[in-house]
């Protein structure tokens, strides 16, 4: 029987508005439609057997996280090693918080159920700092303990900052080359509705981000030859210019 051909209602799209479904597109073009074997960042496991969403996605047999909420996850410190042998997985799923707050400041200790609502469902980091060097440690540490072309599926949401901009999208792949990932593939979550923390219509600096980011990096051993490093990329193109 021929294969069915790919058209627009049944091609695996790079943007969808639930991450089951990202999961579920993950899990058809690099799984093999085989379950994932670790989350390192399980929380409450809202990625799996989640009946309010459009897929349920099997729940992987290794769960970790810094502040587990269920006993069968187990704790993992903040910077810490994850405790698996080097080359031990096939596939990893990390998604890391992405708000910049300190956990004592008075808006975080406030009882009032809503206020700082991020910041109570999904923890925090700070100084801003902090983000970066935990996305770059868990970048790392995916790489060391998944096997030859194992693959990380790493969720991140840029944000805003005191003004400024954290572009995490953007320094995740960054980290993902740096340590020897390739990045395979990009899935983008679109939010119908965010939570808006400001009331004040003239307050605001910056586009409100309505979507995050499911990166799949691949620990590939043979890289195709248009798959490049940019750091190694922008180093010949710098001195090229030069020479010009």
């Excluded at 990202?22 to 409450?44: E, P, Q």
């Excluded at 109570?120 to 935990?134: A, C, K, Q, V």
Aim: hydrophobic fraction near 35%; aromatic fraction near 12%; glycine fraction near 4%.
């Amino acid at each position: 029987m021929d294969k069915e051909k790919l058209n627009n209602s049944n091609v695996i799209r790079n943007i969808s508005t639930d991450q089951t479904e990202i999961l579920r597109n993950i899990m058809t073009l690099y799984t093999d439609g085989k379950a994932f074997d670790c989350d390192m960042t399980a929380s409450k496991l809202k990625f799996y057997n989640n009946d309010r969403c459009k897929y349920q996605i099997p729940e992987p047999s290794i769960l970790f996280d810094v502040f587990p909420q269920m006993d069968k996850i187990k704790k993992i410190e903040p910077l810490g090693k994850l405790p698996l042998e080097g080359g031990s997985i096939e596939s990893i799923v990390i998604d890391l918080p992405f708000v910049i707050a300190p956990k004592d400041s008075a808006s975080t200790r406030n009882p009032n159920k809503r206020s700082n609502i991020i910041f109570n469902r999904f923890s925090s980091y700070y100084p801003l700092d902090d983000l970066y060097e935990s996305y770059f440690h868990w970048i790392s540490e995916a790489y060391r303990v998944l096997k030859p072309n194992g693959l990380c599926v790493f969720k991140c949401q840029s944000t805003v900052t005191g003004g400024v901009q954290a572009n995490s999208e953007e320094f995740s792949f960054m980290c993902a080359q740096k340590v020897g990932f390739t990045v395979e593939d990009k899935f983008i979550l679109a939010a119908k509705s965010r939570l808006i923390s400001s009331s004040k219509i003239n307050n605001q600096q910056h586009a409100r981000k309505y979507t995050s980011v499911f990166y799949c990096f691949k620990k590939t051993i043979k890289k195709k030859s248009k798959n490049f490093n940019y750091f190694d990329l922008i180093d010949i193109l710098s001195v090229n210019e030069k020479n010009r």
